[in-house]
T-cell receptor, first 114, second 113 residues
């Protein structure tokens, strides 16, 4: 089954404790992206990657890091989480290098930073 | 600065009637627009898209209209069904930034039996 998976689905952590949210897709997609969803703000793009070893900032990259060492994986790293990073996070992937193609989203990761 | 705005947080429509969801944008560089649908506890799923060279795109019960002069697009669902109850997000992209997607705040659509 074609899908985007994220782990963990739920996470409660404390300020400053490094964490990684994993994202994996099995569709051989070139493009992957991370979004956060907050009430009243919709989804905002954090980082995206057009292919292996190619990443770039979205609209809200501060406090986040990403890497794309393999085509299927695109982990999101929070080196020192803060309460304002409490949010619902989505990973997405699509074929090709643009958002013009349909993006497939993962089920989301709800993160709470205390 | 919200470049894509959905000014109605919620909308309630009777089953069988037309649902109209609206979206406004401010960036004149946007040339591709998409609608995504989201159920609770799931990720968004793609619904329909439109390029700025068109003013209408239709897919079954879903039609998207684009008014470039007004920087406005709308999604029409006819007839509305209970399974259409979800949050709908409008999104936009610019050719020169086609790796970036800007979303609106979302509109929660409820279809009443």
């Amino acid at each position: 089954e074609a899908q985007v998976t994220q782990n963990p689905r739920y996470l409660i952590t404390v300020t400053g404790k490094k964490l990684t949210v994993t994202c994996s897709q099995n569709m051989n997609h070139e493009y992957m992206s991370w979004y956060r969803q907050d009430p009243g703000l919709g989804l905002r793009q954090i980082y995206y990657s057009m292919n292996v070893e190619v990443t770039d900032k979205g609209d809200v990259p501060e406090g986040y890091k990403v890497s794309r060492k393999e085509k299927r994986n695109f982990p999101l790293i929070l080196e020192s989480p803060s309460p304002n990073q409490t949010s619902l996070y989505f990973c997405a992937s699509s074929r090709g290098g643009t958002v013009y193609n349909e993006q497939f989203f993962g089920p989301g990761t709800r993160l709470t930073v205390l | 600065d919200q470049q894509v705005k959905q000014n109605s947080p919620s909308l309630s429509v009777q089953e069988g009637r037309i649902s109209i969801l609206n979206c406004d944008y401010t960036n004149s560089m946007f040339d591709y627009f998409l609608w995504y649908k989201k159920y609770p506890a799931e990720g968004p799923t793609f619904l329909i898209s439109i390029s700025s060279i068109k003013d209408k795109n239709e897919d079954g019960r879903f039609t998207v209209f684009l008014n470039k002069s007004a920087k406005h697009l709308s999604l029409h669902i006819v007839p509305s069904q209970p399974g259409d109850s979800a949050v709908y997000f409008c999104a936009a992209s610019a050719r020169q930034g086609a790796q970036k997607l800007v979303f609106g705040q979302g509109t929660r659509l409820t279809i009443n039996p």
